[in-house]
């Protein structure tokens, strides 16, 4: 289902085609009457759940952390190449407009992580947040749920890193400097590109480069490891600019640097390629061409190892380059891990101290 983009100003999505498990797709009919109408802008609707557990468990081998916590479903920062999208599709919703419209948070999440932080079966390890949806999109100003997630984590002494490209994340950086002073927390700041009309197409409402930029700056000065990430790096739109990104994060004080080549599972690719030709219809095949040689001649291929750098010659050359863009920054593209030793779980309130 299309949609008027007078509509969906300031959205990623040019669509809102139904969900792979729905039965029955939606259009856009004319309704026979000769009135000229407009239709009102699509608003941003937030909904709760209250959620048994928060934290989400993963086995896979290729990333590098097994549990992490998403405050909220979706995301109102609409980047249009965002892998979460096709996640919106197991609510019954759609992976284009809905994603970036139709959000769900999760307030009660703080208490229900307490909860499971006490449980005498529970063993720490780095929880990672911001791996599917940002937890400093837009609603958590006035939400808060990250905020009382880290409470939770300062607490308990437990270790966590944050992918985000919110600058919101500059509101935390007294809990986040305090437990980073312990080895307890980093951040990842996620650069896609400095041209400012190109982030502001492909990531509506993310805050621009050169805020983000300052935002590691900020972060730095509180004490707090940030790594840039230079994800997704686009093939014949973006990848000309690795070199300048990593500079440009390294002069902002981050102390290293990681990358994923552009990733289009299941409803991605097409609301990709749709946004791609109304927005750089001269690039589409030079961009999918090598999109598809990275992934054997697909849009994407899922299989661990391969998903996340290709293969064949030009992901060889993205992952050259930009191994040696962060040797000359000077920075590192792996960093110490974070503590675990120090988790410790607090009184609650009733318990008994100790008698020694």
Known sequence: MVIDPKTARARGALSNEAGRFERYGRELVDDGWDLVEDL????????EEVP???ITRNTS?????DRSINPYRGCEHGCIYCFARPTHAYLGLSPGLDFETKLIARPDAPGVLEAELRRPSYSPAVIAIGTNTDAYQ????????????LGVLQRFNHPVGIATKGTLIERDADILGEMAADGLARVGMTVTTLDPDLARKMEPRVPSPARRLRA???LTQAGIPVRVMVSPIVPGLSDHEIEGIVAAARDAGAVAASMIPLRLPLEVSQLWQDWLAEHYPERVGRVMSKL???HGGKDYEA??????RGEGIWANLLQDRFARAVRAAGMAQKLPPLRTDLFEVPLAKGDQLALF
């Open 138 to 149: 837009p609603i958590e100003r006035d939400r808060c749920i990250m905020r009382g997630i």
């Open 52 to 54: 048994r557990r928060v």
């Open 216 to 218: 590691i700056e900020h």
């Open 303 to 308: 299989e661990f190892g391969k998903r996340m």
């Open 40 to 47: 009102p802008p699509l608003r941003t609707e937030v909904s």
């Open 61 to 65: 081998p290729d990333i590098s952390f």
């Open 292 to 294: 598809r040689d990275m």
